[in-house]
T-cell receptor, first 114, second 116 residues
Framework: DSGVTQTPKHLITATGQRVTLRCSPRSGDLSVYWYQQSLDQGLQFLIQYYNGEERAKGNILERFSAQQFPDLHSELNLSSLELGDSALYFC?????????????FGEGSWLTVV | AQSVAQPEDQVNVAEGNPLTVKCTYSVSGNPYLFWYVQYPNRGLQFLLKYITGDNLVKGSYGFEAEFNKSQTSFHLKKPSALVSDSALYFCAVRDYGSGNTGKLIFGQGTTLQVKP
């Protein structure tokens, strides 16, 4: 158990809908990362937060947004869903962002868009 | 830009034999390298990392990795493979390019198949 908790584990929704994925980082970790894993794209970095502030943006679509709350949990919002958004979404956390810090991953949220 | 490459989509090895999963990297500056494993329908589990120091890094489940600066490689190894090692393995580099964010950049993954 990495200590990173993601909910829901599985989600099936229709095209055009909106979903929210939730992540609780390891206790004390300030940095949260979101990744998308799909068969054709591999593991793609979406966005990173550090202590409530957006730190880096990767290949995140405009239909997607995220935030990190004062209690350090994070949410990834996916809207106007398309079939191609079906993927495994990972949240990860680390205490800080320096090189020695290990980034730990949650079990992921499986999203299926039908 | 920082990147890692895993040249093999799949590695097959017999149980009890040594295994190697290859990774090469391209970074500006010092490389901070990681290996993760993903079992079916599970999340990514941290195996080991190289930050500085000894070129041979030991990690979880009997795995180790050898950092080779001249060959820009960070191959994952295990002296004796188990069937239970069958999984998807990812090499990753910490990105300290623009923005100095420290996010991980992953290779495409290598499926390890250990046969009894």
């Amino acid at each position: 158990d990495s200590g990173v908790t993601q909910t829901p584990k599985h989600l099936i929704t229709a095209t055009g809908q909106r979903v929210t994925l939730r992540c609780s980082p390891r206790s004390g970790d300030l940095s949260v990362y979101w990744y998308q894993q799909s068969l054709d794209q591999g593991l793609q970095f979406l966005i990173q937060y550090y202590n409530g502030e957006e730190r880096a943006k990767g290949n995140i679509l405009e239909r997607f947004s995220a935030q990190q709350f004062p209690d350090l949990h994070s949410e990834l919002n996916l809207s106007s869903l398309e079939l191609g958004d079906s993927a495994l979404y990972f949240c990860a956390s680390s205490a800080r962002t320096d090189s020695g810090n290990t980034i730990y991953f949650g079990e992921g949220s499986w999203l299926t868009v039908v | 830009a920082q990147s890692v490459a895993q040249p093999e989509d799949q590695v097959n090895v017999a149980e009890g034999n040594p295994l190697t999963v290859k990774c090469t990297y391209s970074v500006s500056g010092n490389p901070y390298l990681f290996w993760y494993v993903q079992y079916p329908n599970r999340g990514l589990q941290f195996l080991l990392k190289y930050i500085t120091g000894d070129n041979l890094v030991k990690g979880s489940y009997g795995f180790e990795a050898e950092f080779n600066k001249s060959q820009t490689s960070f191959h994952l190894k295990k002296p004796s493979a188990l069937v239970s090692d069958s999984a998807l393995y990812f090499c990753a580099v910490r990105d300290y390019g623009s923005g100095n964010t420290g996010k991980l950049i992953f290779g495409q993954g290598t499926t390890l198949q250990v046969k009894p």
